[in-house]
């Protein structure tokens, strides 16, 4: 567990503190610089097309770079940032600092998914890459004790420091753990080395079953998480409902996504990635329907279902696609996954802003959002009936798929 431990860490840093951190202190960094709303749509628009620029960079050329010092130099590149943000003044230059820290985010789980493809036991992968990706969620929780113990004392520069001092720890642990990390003998030739070439990607991905449906996957996770998060607590004001249910709800994301990683990754590795993808898009679909029909008292339970989904997804797909890829490919494919999340989230967020500007409520917006839930449960059913009938993909041929 040291790697998952380890690369867990990274996400925190870099997704945790590098994507969320700003938006949990700009409430605070208000009161001393001029960050206008224009400023922050901005940074919303900005750092969107860098993590997507980014995710796509790594599609593309990720494989020539080296993912040993790809991650290195992306949590390099984000404890510097992390620390330039306490002294910064300027929300222009703000901007360009969260614009990098989302590109680097994007990177730095690639290598990740690359770097545990290639070197965790092949009954440990799922678990590894799941929990890893659950660091997210430790980085919402650290983000709001840093909001409730450290910025009353000593300011909301000191948050960027303490992140920044975070990130330096974390850099120290992750080169001590790449120096000593090797490839396992028993896995060294069963899914190959091979990238596969740029030329062929894009046709991978439309053709090829595993591929194509872990495309799908997080389009689907992107359009219904990202406008859910986004809009939740308009939705919530909307219905009159009181502001702290907001808060609970988001405690309740939080809290939930740290466990789900090691629980759900578990599963994918004993009983089958099919078999952890249903159940986590099934609760995540109950949640949604719940909440579409009663809110207000289902507000907690859809939020446990989100938690227990968007967190893990990431490393549960990951170690499915690694089952039908090199750890190469699979680091490819991971980063054109995260394309088509963004552009899930986007399209998500344009047309539940269309419902509300032409309806005057969300309420029919989250309607959609459930009725999307559903097909990802359907999307995960569909692969686990299908899952046995194994057609061989690009990475050469496996043991058949669980």
Known sequence: MHMAIVFGMNQVVSHGFGMFLFAALVPLMRESIAISHWHLALVGALTQMAYLGGAMLLGLVGHRLGTARLALATGTVSTLLLFT??????????????????????????SIVEIVSRCAQPDRRSTYLSCASSGTAWGYGLSGLLLLWVVPVWGWESSWIVAGS???????????????????????????????PVSRLLSTILTERTALFACLICFLVGFSTMPFSNWLNSYL??????????????????????????????????????SALLLIFVCFAVGLLAFAYDPARAALIASFGYGLMYFPMWGIVAGWVNQHYSSTATMQISGLCMVTFGLGGTLGNLLMGLIRDTTGSLQAGYAMLAFVALLLAGLGLHIKRSGRKRVPDAGGPLPEAR
């Open 85 to 110: 943000m306490s002294q910064l003044r300027d929300p222009l230059a703000m901007i360009v600092a969260l614009v990098c820290l989302a590109a680097s985010a994007a990177m730095s789980w690639g």
């Open 166 to 196: 975070t990130g330096a720890l974390v850099l120290v642990l992750t080169g001590l753990l790449l120096r000593g990390l090797k490839a396992p003998v028993a896995d060294s030739t069963g899914s190959g080395v091979a990238a596969i």
């Open 237 to 274: 004001e909307e219905l009159g409902l009181p502001a702290s249910l907001g808060g609970y709800s988001w405690s309740t994301v939080g809290i939930t996504g740290m466990v789900a990683g090691f629980v759900t990754g578990k599963l994918a590795d004993r009983k089958g990635h099919a």
